[in-house]
């Protein structure tokens, strides 16, 4: 199990012995700030730990006061080449700056961010990807290789040690999942920086969730990774869900209750399909760490998922409630929902 450098971020900590946090990103057009202050909070409701979004130009810096004031989330500046925008960000209360040390100019401009965010007790995420690696680099490793994303992050990391600087956070994210993977390996056998977990471009909701599920996911079960973002051409809420579920499925997530449902056969008599769906729905804003089982007929119900704390088993235009295998009663299969969720108030 690796242990990370332990990293205050705005009104948390990243890394060490915290848990493993949830981050994404704005999407809303930067000259919008009444819409990025509302994106911003719908995150935070989602259950968002920390929000980032870009800063593309001065104009853009008037974003960071509003969205403090309406969230209590920690807040990360996305700088590029700028370093005067890490700085104003700084000055404005952000509480990190996300930027690649090597594309913002003369080491007196690192030295520059270094010396504020020191100032100011703000970390930096450095943040590397596949398109983003020096040419030097490039034209040693002949191509994006771990290898390659990796010195390119410890270099990156060099120059702001230099300054005496090393509250860093890194990222080292590929759209392909091995290379990703391999590159947080390494990463973490290189270095203690916490690492903030990614598969970058991951693509539209479907494919985006299940590489982001492969990568991070495998990651986490060996203890890699203190934060993590699933990138999404989507909704950034739905980054939110999905992060969340895969922590949840891989047991680091336990605030909230456990869905199991079988994936129904010719037994099955009810519409166990949408059963199931309105069930998660239902759930959504549970807290409690309850297993709740929806099973399709009596052969998987209070046999098969007689662990679960609560749970419904089809039967013919019927349903049995059963709760840590032992059956309650019978409920018509239009009650079914209602009857369960009165039973997970009980509990």
């Known amino acids: 199990m690796r242990t990370s450098k332990k990293i ?20 809303v057009p930067s000259t919008d700030i009444d819409g990025s202050v509302k994106q911003a909070v719908e995150l935070e409701k989602a259950g968002c730990q920390i929000i980032r979004f870009a800063i593309p130009n001065e104009e853009a810096l008037a974003l960071v006061e509003p969205i403090k ?22 000055e404005r209360g952000i509480d990190k700056i996300r930027i690649n040390p090597g594309n913002i100019g003369s080491e007196d401009r690192v030295k520059a961010v270094a010396d504020i965010c020191k100032q100011k007790e703000l970390p930096i995420r450095i943040g590397v990807n596949s398109g983003s690696l020096e040419k030097h680099i490039l034209e040693k490793y002949g191509s994006p290789t771990p290898e390659a994303m990796v010195e390119s992050a410890l270099y990156h990391a060099s ?35 916490p690492l903030h977990l990614g598969v970058t471009e991951a693509g539209t909701e479907r494919m985006g969730i299940i590489k982001s599920a492969v990568g991070i996911g495998s990651l986490l079960t060996h203890g890699i990774g203190d934060t993590i973002r699933v990138s999404l051409t989507d909704d950034p809420v739905k980054e939110v869900y999905a992060a969340q579920d ?49 099973m399709g007929c009596i052969v998987n119900g209070p046999g098969e998922a007689k662990e679960a704390d609560i749970g419904v088993a089809g039967g013919d235009g019927c349903g049995l409630i059963f709760k840590k295998g032992e059956i309650l009663r019978k409920v018509p299969e239009n009650e079914l929902l209602d009857e369960l969720m009165k039973e997970i108030d009980k509990l």
């Open 8 to 27: 205050k971020v705005g009104n948390t900590f990243l890394g060490g012995d915290s848990p493993v946090l949830v981050q994404s990103m704005l999407n």
């Open 69 to 90: 004031k309406a969230t209590t989330v920690p807040l990360v500046a996305d700088i590029h080449f700028d370093y005067r925008l890490a700085i104003g960000a700084a």
């Open 159 to 193: 120059l702001l040690e230099k300054f005496d600087f090393d509250d860093i956070v890194i990222s080292i994210k590929s759209s392909n999942v091995n290379t990703m993977i391999k590159a947080y390996e390494l990463a973490a056998e290189k270095c203690n920086y």
């Open 246 to 294: 895969i922590l949840k499925a891989i047991g680091l997530k336990t605030d909230c209750p456990y869905l199991v449902s079988c994936p129904t056969c010719g037994r099955t008599r009810i519409d166990l399909v949408g059963l199931a769906k309105q069930v998660e729905e239902r759930l959504r804003d549970c807290k409690k760490p309850i297993t709740v089982a929806v």
